[in-house]
């Protein structure tokens, strides 16, 4: 295979030019042509850009880190000047090896933003009065915690545009070889989502969406980077807005394998790198050398074209590789395991060690202390130890909010999508998403207070549900249930501007149900799943969107009967009741005799519901939960319809009108 590469992470933890260099002879040692020098991350920036010395200044410098279980002291700043990574540069050409710089956008920039804040984005604010833009919403820091985080560079000012430019303008002065690395990697995309500016570029570049900005800010680099005669290369993600073309390479580490299949088919070029085999952060007794060694070279996803494999990399992040002697020690020789392979040696366990023994020993004569030979090879004992070890290392006291801001921000994240995906008008979902954030106020600072707008009860049930989507009650239900019912909250909210002409939600009492899969919109109609004294029923609701259609109905009670066979065994013989105002015998009284409602009702034995509380005014007159809670004065009741016409009449005369009950005894004709 052409490329034969490692990484180095030298952003989390600084290497110095001459433990760096000493790396390198190892890994020329060990047969790699390649070293892909992360340069940059959230924790990090270690490259001097003279045009930008803000960069290095503030963005080479950070406080004790603190990623996973490891608070510890040593190499947490330093750079490297332009001098340096010449030198570095030169030295790799003497061992026959290309350097690859990677400069990460648009994510993983907290490092860039902390000395540039102006090139991050701008936040839109709304409240119910109307929205605001905040010119400086966010305080970024070099990070001291790892992880994925929210600090973006704007992709819609066009000077942060610019300023990824200069900085690449440098970097390929300083780097001669034939690639660049760009990242494209972990961008979640809240700032984007509320920035005026990344929102006029979206619009203006008629993209669908953030993932759609992302593409087009990788192509932008990637086209500036053509021109300038190099290839860009990309973490996988990157192929999420489609494919790229032929002047990308594409780095695959997690996920989406068919995005990168597709992008192999159509010619592009992918160097594999797979977390579970190749990242040799990971504790040896994960991914000993014969688990690197044995894994198939040629990944699923690139056997269709194999042609179109470059080779493969083995990064090293270095969150918890504090130190360059322990970079050594989980580098050598594993590295060599996987050059083995690339050249297409064939060996048995023995040989391998056999063989790796022979390179230890030449890479102690280069001053380089590779893993000692009892943890080449894992047993079984020994991985169940690691396994235990890690577990711990997460569970311990002291890293315990690392992972609570990494798991907040990624439920943030879902929720988000989920909002998304529910087609909540955006400027409710923001509001949301603000409540939401108070969670990790060192991200999106301090929100507006709400005015009891019931964003907040929103953003407390949605995490719930979430959670309960994750690892609850919903866990295994079909995806498409758990949209449908879920799109309730979007209801009620256009429920409430439609009554009153500002959005809120105020229906939280009902959607505690759904949140912990009690009730199910399946097809048109929804079903909850109700414990009486008399024994299991299934209470049947209308949503004020349901199409009251024969087949429709039919087929939603259909999917319904089925929906509970296979979920829940015990209710799949449970009667089907409805009691609303729907299926009231008053109603006869107001609607002509060919309605769809009357029609409807004929499905039930119905009755009478003398004690349910009438839903009337609710459904009939569009009135929202705060306006019944607040007493309704009959005479201000719309008279759009026909229907509410009569029954506005009924009602001031003194009328009462009640809801019926019945049993679904015969399908709906
Ligand atoms: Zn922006």
């Given at each position: 295979?052409?490329?034969?590469?490692?990484?180095?992470d030298c952003a989390r933890h600084f290497?110095?030019?001459?433990?760096?260099?000493?790396?390198?002879?190892?890994?020329?040692?060990?047969?790699?042509?390649?070293?892909?020098?992360h340069?940059?991350d959230d924790q990090g920036?270690?490259?001097?850009?003279?045009?930008?010395?803000?960069?290095?200044?503030?963005?080479?410098?950070r406080g004790p880190a603190y990623f996973g279980a490891a608070n510890e002291h040593e190499n947490n700043?330093?750079?490297?000047?332009?001098?340096?990574?010449?030198?570095?540069?030169?030295?790799?050409?003497?061992?026959?090896?290309?350097?690859?710089?990677?400069?990460?956008?648009?994510?993983h920039?907290s490092a860039?933003?902390?000395?540039?804040?102006?090139?991050?984005?701008?936040?839109?604010?709304?409240?119910?009065?109307?929205?605001?833009?905040?010119?400086?919403?966010?305080?970024?820091e070099v990070g001291t915690l790892a992880g994925v985080f929210?600090?973006?560079?704007?992709?819609?000012?066009?000077?942060?545009?610019?300023?990824?430019?200069?900085?690449?303008?440098?970097?390929?002065?300083?780097?001669?070889?034939?690639?660049?690395?760009?990242?494209?990697?972990?961008?979640?995309?809240?700032?984007?989502?509320?920035?005026?500016?990344?929102?006029?570029?979206?619009?203006?570049?008629?993209?669908?969406?953030?993932?759609?900005?992302?593409?087009?800010?990788?192509?932008?680099?990637?086209?500036?980077?053509?021109?300038?005669?190099?290839?860009?290369?990309?973490?996988?993600?990157?192929?999420?807005?489609?494919?790229?073309?032929?002047?990308?390479?594409?780095?695959?580490?997690?996920?989406?394998?068919?995005?990168?299949?597709?992008?192999?088919?159509?010619?592009?070029?992918?160097?594999?790198?797979?977390?579970?085999?190749?990242y040799?952060s990971r504790p040896?007794?994960?991914?000993?050398?014969?688990?690197?060694?044995?894994?198939?070279?040629?990944?699923?996803?690139?056997?269709?074209?194999?042609?179109?494999?470059?080779?493969?990399?083995?990064?090293m992040w270095s969150e918890r590789v504090t130190n360059?002697?322990r970079a050594?020690?989980m580098?050598?020789?594993?590295?060599?395991?996987?050059?083995?392979?690339?050249?297409?040696?064939?060996?048995?366990?023995?040989?391998?060690?056999?063989?790796?023994?022979?390179?230890?020993?030449?890479?102690?004569?280069?001053?380089?202390?590779?893993?000692?030979?009892?943890?080449?090879?894992?047993?079984?004992?020994?991985?169940?130890?690691?396994?235990?070890?890690d577990?711990?290392r997460r569970?311990a006291?002291e890293a315990a909010d690392t992972w609570r801001i990494c798991?907040?921000?990624?439920?943030?994240?879902?929720?988000?999508?989920?909002?998304?995906?529910?087609?909540?008008?955006?400027?409710?979902?923001?509001?949301?998403?603000?409540?939401?954030?108070?969670?990790?106020?060192?991200?999106?600072?301090?929100?507006?207070?709400?005015?009891?707008?019931?964003?907040?009860?929103?953003?407390?049930?949605?995490?719930?549900?979430?959670?309960?989507?994750?690892?609850?009650?919903?866990?295994?239900?079909?995806?498409?249930?758990?949209?449908?019912?879920?799109?309730?909250?979007?209801?009620?909210?256009?429920?409430?501007?439609?009554?009153?002409?500002?959005?809120?939600?105020?229906?939280?009492?009902?959607?505690?149900?759904?949140?912990?899969?009690?009730?199910?919109?399946?097809?048109?109609?929804?079903?909850?799943?109700?414990?009486?004294?008399?024994?299991?029923?299934?209470?049947?609701?209308?949503?004020?969107?349901?199409?009251?259609?024969?087949?429709?109905?039919?087929?939603?009670?259909?999917?319904?009967?089925?929906?509970?066979?296979?979920?829940?065994?015990?209710?799949?013989?449970?009667?089907?009741?409805?009691?609303?105002?729907?299926?009231?015998?008053?109603?006869?009284?107001?609607?002509?005799?060919?309605?769809?409602?009357?029609?409807?009702?004929?499905?039930?034995?119905?009755?009478?519901?003398?004690?349910?509380?009438?839903?009337?005014?609710?459904?009939?007159?569009?009135?929202?939960?705060?306006?019944?809670?607040?007493?309704?004065?009959?005479?201000?009741?719309?008279?759009?319809?026909?229907?509410?016409?009569?029954?506005?009449?009924?009602?001031?005369?003194?009328?009462?009108?009640?809801?019926?009950?019945?049993?679904?005894?015969?399908?709906?004709?």
């Amino acid at each position: 295979m052409e490329y034969r590469g490692f990484m180095l992470d030298c952003a989390r933890h600084f290497i110095p030019v001459k433990d760096l260099c000493r790396l390198m002879d190892g890994a020329a040692l060990c047969g790699m042509n390649t070293m892909h020098w992360h340069l940059v991350d959230d924790q990090g920036w270690r490259l001097e850009i003279r045009k930008y010395p803000r960069l290095t200044e503030i963005g080479s410098r950070r406080g004790p880190a603190y990623f996973g279980a490891a608070n510890e002291h040593e190499n947490n700043e330093g750079f490297y000047t332009q001098t340096e990574a010449r030198e570095v540069v030169r030295h790799a050409r003497d061992l026959g090896m290309t350097v690859i710089p990677e400069i990460e956008i648009p994510g993983h920039a907290s490092a860039m933003m902390a000395a540039y804040p102006e090139y991050g984005c701008r936040r839109t604010v709304y409240t119910r009065d109307g929205e605001t833009v905040q010119e400086t919403p966010y305080t970024y820091e070099v990070g001291t915690l790892a992880g994925v985080f929210p600090n973006l560079i704007c992709a819609g000012k066009d000077t942060s545009v610019r300023f990824l430019k200069d900085i690449l303008d440098e970097v390929c002065e300083l780097f001669p070889g034939p690639f660049v690395h760009i990242g494209g990697d972990e961008a979640i995309k809240q700032h984007w989502r509320r920035c005026p500016d990344c929102q006029r570029r979206i619009r203006e570049q008629g993209l669908r969406d953030e993932k759609e900005l992302q593409k087009w800010l990788v192509m932008e680099m990637g086209r500036y980077l053509h021109e300038k005669g190099k290839k860009t290369i990309v973490w996988n993600e990157s192929l999420d807005g489609g494919i790229l073309p032929d002047y990308f390479v594409v780095q695959h580490w997690l996920g989406n394998d068919s995005d990168t299949a597709e992008f192999m088919a159509a010619g592009g070029k992918v160097i594999s790198s797979e977390i579970g085999t190749y990242y040799v952060s990971r504790p040896w007794a994960f991914m000993d050398a014969w688990d690197v060694y044995s894994a198939p070279a040629v990944p699923d996803y690139a056997k269709a074209h194999p042609e179109n494999l470059l080779g493969i990399e083995t990064p090293m992040w270095s969150e918890r590789v504090t130190n360059p002697a322990r970079a050594e020690y989980m580098i050598f020789p594993r590295i060599r395991a996987a050059a083995l392979k690339m050249e297409g040696v064939e060996m048995d366990r023995e040989q391998l060690l056999s063989h790796l023994r022979e390179i230890s020993a030449k890479l102690e004569t280069i001053g380089i202390h590779p893993a000692p030979e009892s943890v080449w090879i894992a047993d079984e004992a020994t991985r169940a130890e690691a396994k235990k070890a890690d577990d711990a290392r997460r569970h311990a006291p002291e890293a315990a909010d690392t992972w609570r801001i990494c798991d907040d921000l990624m439920r943030l994240e879902a929720m988000e999508k989920l909002l998304i995906a529910l087609d909540m008008p955006r400027p409710f979902a923001t509001r949301v998403m603000d409540c939401a954030f108070q969670k990790v106020p060192e991200f999106f600072g301090t929100a507006e207070n709400f005015g009891g707008d019931g964003a907040e009860e929103m953003a407390s049930q949605l995490c719930t549900a979430l959670d309960n989507r994750s690892f609850g009650p919903w866990k295994d239900l079909p995806e498409q249930v758990w949209l449908d019912t879920m799109k309730c909250f979007t209801r009620f909210v256009r429920e409430h501007i439609a009554s009153t002409g500002w959005a809120a939600f105020d229906r939280g009492f009902w959607t505690t149900r759904q949140i912990h899969a009690k009730l199910f919109r399946i097809g048109e109609l929804e079903y909850e799943l109700v414990e009486k004294e008399e024994g299991k029923i299934i209470s049947i609701h209308i949503p004020t969107d349901a199409h009251l259609e024969t087949d429709l109905l039919n087929a939603s009670v259909e999917q319904a009967r089925s929906f509970l066979k296979t979920w829940f065994a015990d209710w799949a013989e449970a009667p089907m009741r409805c009691s609303s105002w729907l299926v009231s015998p008053d109603l006869e009284a107001f609607l002509p005799q060919d309605s769809r409602i009357l029609r409807w009702q004929k499905a039930f034995d119905l009755e009478r519901d003398e004690d349910g509380k009438s839903s009337l005014l609710m459904w009939v007159f569009g009135l929202c939960a705060e306006q019944l809670a607040a007493g309704v004065d009959l005479n201000t009741l719309k008279e759009e319809t026909a229907l509410q016409k009569k029954l506005k009449a009924f009602l001031l005369s003194g009328g009462t009108f009640v809801n019926g009950k019945g049993t679904l005894v015969r399908r709906f004709e």
